[in-house]
């Protein structure tokens, strides 16, 4: 490693990545290559002599640029957004810089200070009930991912609820057969496999949702399942609830399921992976209510808060039960400070053990946007999806499937009356056909049963503009569509 070498590369690659992003309306926005593209166009063994930069970054040109999608092209609506800021890209760039692993306090101390100070400071504009912040003697934690968050907090459910049946006598394998988990069928599938690391995916209880309760989780089913359950010698153990399902951003009534958790000595997680980045503004806020009824809240800043992937926030009221379920403390890590139990350990917060200065890319980006500035990349999306929903309402051949929730917008063209599988063929083919031409990308989703476009507007970078000149493709391609 040389630092004059360093220095010229790294101007170097900031200019690549800039060139790339002045540039990033010239590509297709959905990756148009073929599975295994790339096999033919590279060797099959790494270099044995050290090749240029020059060589290096013409390939990523030429060779790995097509294979590409552009999550953060303006015209990307598709799964959810993944956000990009030139802060979050700073903060992530000293974080790749420093390259400390800040595992323990003592493995590099600011890496630990500085993610309990943003995680209350975006606890606190979250308005979260002070007993989440470490200042209220909860906590947060910065995960890879909303599926680490929730396997996580499953995980500390688990050994609370498996210690209170083993106090009463129970095995541990009859304990772990006696655990019930509860979520809906709009649930994201990460806390399926949360269960399936916990060992308890045989008695995860999948309750279905449909229109009319807009896709949300009814506490009347919820507590009908877990009253059957705990009659049949069950112990009800987890509840997720989520606030902004992935298919349609409905929300969970918090309140009530909250009740329910707390009547039968639940863990309740909460799962916002995307909305609950909105929920900083105050005319959204409303959305947490019952947040107060919570054990684990979980969020992504890496979607929707402007910070550069990966950088899930997990906020617990009592980060003590996690901490017993994830703690070791083998001799090569002992230290003072954790010894004498001033620090928090990180560690003992997560799945592996090595971890990066995650903080640094959250703390730029809260400080280089301000409060304010983040409420208003919230604000002008929703806004713009307004803009869209009521395109959609006036139209005469689209529909929304689902209501509007936060930025997403879930819309179909109405199907014919000759349809015969309920428009399922006609939009799957307009979807293709949109995607194709590479000017924007949405994907889909089913709900009860209706194959549903889902336009999911929070890329950095999106504008009016982008979404006025999606809707002319869609209805394009609707156009030529509805002629054949
Ligand atoms: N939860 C919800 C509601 C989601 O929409 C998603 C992904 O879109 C996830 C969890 C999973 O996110 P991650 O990739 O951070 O695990």
């Known amino acids: 490693f040389e630092v004059e070498e360093f220095r010229k590369y790294g101007h170097r690659m900031v200019d690549f ?73 700073l903060g992530d760039m000293l974080s790749g810089g420093l390259n400390v692993i800040g595992f323990s306090w003592i493995s590099s101390p600011a890496a630990t200070e500085l993610e309990q100070i943003v995680l209350d400071w975006l606890g606190k504009l979250l308005q979260l009930p002070e007993e ?25 459910a688990r050994k609370r609820a498996v210690a209170k049946l083993m106090a009463e006598g129970a095995s541990e394998t009859e304990a772990f057969g006696r655990l019930t988990g509860y979520v809906s069928d709009q649930t994201h599938v990460s806390v399926q496999k949360a269960a399936q690391i916990a060992g308890v995916a045989a008695n995860l209880r999948v309750l279905p949702t449909n229109s009319s309760t807009n896709f949300s989780l009814s506490p009347a089913a919820l507590r009908k399942a877990v009253a059957e359950d705990a009659a049949n010698g069950f112990l009800p153990f987890f509840l997720c609830g989520t606030v902004g399902t992935t298919s349609s951003a409905a929300v969970d009534p918090l309140p009530e399921l909250g009740d329910i958790a707390l009547e039968y000595g639940m863990w309740f997680h909460v799962d916002a992976a995307f909305a609950g980045n909105a929920c900083i503004c105050p005319e959204v806020r409303h959305n947490l209510d019952g947040i107060e009824k919570v054990d684990s809240y979980s969020m992504n800043p890496h979607k929707w808060l402007l910070t550069n992937f990966d950088c899930s926030t997990l906020w617990l009221k009592d980060p003590r039960q996690l901490v017993a379920a994830m703690s070791t403390s083998p001799e090569y890590l002992r ?98 056909a949109i995607n194709s031409r590479g000017a924007c990308f949405l994907t889909h989703t089913v709900l009860d049963g209706v194959f549903t476009l889902r336009m999911a507007i929070g890329s950095s970078r999106t504008e009016l503009q982008h979404v006025m000149e999606a809707w002319t493709i869609i209805n394009t391609e609707a156009d030529r569509l509805m002629k054949h």
Not at 134 to 152: D, H, L, P, R, Y
Not at 349 to 368: D, E, H, N, V
Request: aromatic letters at 12%.
């Open 132 to 156: 989440f912040l470490f200042s209220g003697g909860g906590g947060g934690v910065i995960q890879g991912t909303a599926s680490e968050a929730v396997c996580v907090a499953m995980l500390a």
């Open 335 to 432: 230290n003072k400070a954790t010894d004498e139990k001033l620090v928090v350990d990180y560690k003992d917060w997560q799945l592996p053990l090595g971890r990066k200065f995650r903080s640094l890319k959250l703390w730029f980006t809260m400080r280089l946007y301000g409060a304010s500035g983040l409420r208003k990349h919230i604000r002008e999306h929703i806004r713009i999806a307004e803009h869209l929903e009521s395109l959609v309402r006036t139209s005469d051949r689209f529909e929304m499937v689902a209501p509007r929730n936060f930025s997403l917008v879930c819309f179909r063209l109405k199907p014919l009356e000759n349809d015969t599988d309920n428009g399922r063929t006609v939009n799957a083919t307009l979807l293709e």
């Open 17 to 89: 990545i800039a060139d790339y992003y002045r540039d990033i309306a010239e590509y297709p926005v959905r990756s148009q290559v073929q599975p295994g593209y790339l096999e033919c166009q590279l060797p099959t063994a790494a270099p044995e002599d050290p090749e240029s930069l020059d060589d290096v970054l013409a390939d990523v040109q030429s060779k790995i640029i097509p294979g590409v999608t552009h999550w953060q092209s303006p015209s990307f609506f598709a799964f959810y957004p993944a956000n990009f800021s030139t802060a979050g890209f």
